[in-house]
């Protein structure tokens, strides 16, 4: 009897070390999974971060913002083609937590071309060329700093202001809007696929057992 738990031991401590460096992965690796900066291959690099012009937009603005802490962040603001169709309405868009601004410019060109609105599109701290580390509270320094740019830019001064947010995007979009509320310029909330909780932004790896 003994010499078999001996044997029964091998594999529990085995299955002990194994979880115990798996948690440890994850606790020095949760900022890359909650955050995939780095997807796809190149998106932290110039020729990985497409620009405007690439998608026939020629009416833009390629911005950077300087944080309160000190971050520079980079950012399009893309104007109106149809100037006829044109509003003093700014959308400030949020990506999701994966690829950067340029990944998303054919969505903005939608926008600005059905609409007549301007579209700002920021680039988060440790996100394609903006320097930093993204975690939750540089994340809403970011969103704070882009709005109040948008309200003191000269094209975009005394607009009206949609946020739209797209998965992380959404939470960022929300926590934004409930903290400038009282100045009545942000008159819309869009939200696009946004998690209910954290975890969910977690990828899941299920075993099944053959």
């Known amino acids: 009897m003994a010499s078999i738990l001996s044997y029964l031991r091998i594999p529990v401590l085995t299955f002990s070390g194994l979880t115990t460096l798996a948690s440890g992965l994850l606790y020095f690796k949760q900022n890359e999974l909650i955050y995939p900066r780095y997807l796809p291959a190149g998106a932290r690099t110039e020729e990985g971060v497409p620009r405007p012009h690439q998608f026939g937009v020629s009416d833009y603005e390629n911005i950077r913002l300087i944080t309160p802490d000190g971050e520079t962040l980079s950012a399009f603001l893309i104007k109106p083609t149809n100037k006829g169709l ?46 930093g580390t993204p975690d939750e509270m540089g994340i809403m320094i970011d969103a704070q700093t882009a709005l109040d740019y948008i309200r003191q830019h000269d094209h975009t001064k005394g607009d009206s202001i949609v946020v739209y947010g797209q998965s992380l995007g959404g939470a ?3 926590q934004l809007v409930a903290k400038n509320q009282e100045a009545g310029d942000v008159r819309g909330l869009i939200l696009e ?13 299920v075993y099944k057992p053959l």
């Open 86 to 131: 044109a509003k003093k309405v700014t959308v400030l868009m949020f990506h999701g937590n994966a690829g950067n601004i340029g990944h998303r410019v054919p969505i903005a060109k939608v926008i600005e071309e059905n609409s007549g609105c301007n579209v700002f599109m920021l680039e988060y701290r440790g996100y394609g060329l903006s320097t």
């Open 172 to 174: 960022v979009a929300v």
């Open 193 to 205: 696929n946004t998690f209910t909780t954290m975890r969910k932004m977690i990828p899941r790896f």
